[in-house]
């Protein structure tokens, strides 16, 4: 149900505290530094408004609270404190104090990259708090346009008009295979070698896509034995030898979190690459806390390849 629109604003509020405390337009107008005859309209529209009469015009001694005036002057006080609250929590947030970050992250990401990100920002920043959406990449783009997200960290794959992204890292894709697998101790692997093998696909929009068209220069794609949309359970079931994948996110162990090993390999073919960055919305101006978060995952993020 649609409440009904204000009919008033918080300067006639402040027009009637400031009268009602010196009970007098003259002196109300010398406060407020406006004319009498505009603070008079403007306290007559709001009991207008109301429909209730706030002041007794005395012609010859000034002016008088009404029962409804004193009993509504009390909230008009503290209408105006919350105001002015409101206004100062929004400044403190633009000044980097205090303040919410709607950070998405693309869920294939967000494991390995999100709580180190988050964990080292707050140690510095910890007034800061997030909101954190893991999402595919339609929903993390909707996000940002409709301005429920203030960043988002993903892969540079069919980025939308209105969004700007800020290239970090590019990140060739690697093979992972069973320890046991027959190229495990191969320097590096072709994808012409990979095809007869079975395939086990992380299977998340776009993604899918990203890794099958790898194989369009050695003429046909691997059809999926089996597929998950969880980077762990497709790194699990390479590790427990239902065969290889390709993901592209640096990993910093080979253990899976059953306990079984895999092995990484990196490719013989000339394989495009994908960049990780950060998206923002050209709609939005960022606060500045969002400014400071975004120059601080672009160090945290290019760290990324020197350590690789």
Do not use: W
């Not at 080292?120 to 800061?128: K, L, N, S, T, Y």
């Not at 992380?202 to 790898?214: G, N, T």
């Not at 013989?268 to 975004?294: H, Y």
């Amino acid at each position: 149900m649609e409440s009904n629109p204000l009919r008033y604003s918080l300067r006639q509020l402040r027009y009637f505290v400031v009268t009602a405390e010196a009970l007098s337009f003259t002196a109300a107008a010398k406060r407020l530094h406006i004319s009498q005859p505009s603070i008079s309209t403007s306290l007559a529209d709001l009991e207008e408004s109301f429909g209730v009469q706030l002041f007794i015009r005395h012609h010859a001694s000034g002016l008088s609270l009404t029962q409804a005036g004193r009993d509504l002057l009390g909230h008009a006080r503290n209408l105006l404190k919350n105001a002015e609250d409101l206004q100062l929590a929004a400044k403190e947030m633009d000044g980097g104090m205090t303040g919410t970050i709607a950070l998405g992250c693309l869920v294939s990401l967000a494991p390995p990259l999100m709580p180190g990100i988050i964990s080292r920002f707050v140690q510095d920043h910890a007034g800061i708090a997030f909101h954190t959406v893991e999402a595919h990449q339609d929903t993390l783009l909707n996000g940002l346009n409709d301005g429920s997200l203030d960043i988002a960290l993903t892969y540079s794959l069919d980025i939308t008009e209105g969004i700007t992204f800020t290239p970090l890292l590019s990140l060739p894709p690697y093979v992972i295979l069973p320890k046991t697998h027959r190229l495990a101790r191969a320097r590096k692997v072709s994808l012409e070698e990979l095809l007869s093998e079975p395939y086990v696909m992380l299977d998340l929009p776009h993604s899918r896509e990203y890794f099958s068209a790898l194989f369009d220069a050695v003429g046909s794609r691997p059809v999926a034995a089996f597929r998950s949309s969880q980077p762990e359970v497709v790194r699990g079931m390479v590790a427990n030898g239902l065969g290889y994948s390709i993901l592209n996110f640096p990993l910093k162990s080979n253990r899976t979190v059953d306990g079984e090993d895999f092995v990484i390999k990196r490719f013989k073919d000339d394989v495009n690459a994908t960049t990780l960055g950060i998206a923002q919305s050209n709609a939005m101006k960022p606060r500045q806390v969002v400014r400071r978060f975004s120059t601080f995952c672009e160090s945290y993020i290019r760290r990324l390849h020197i350590e690789r």
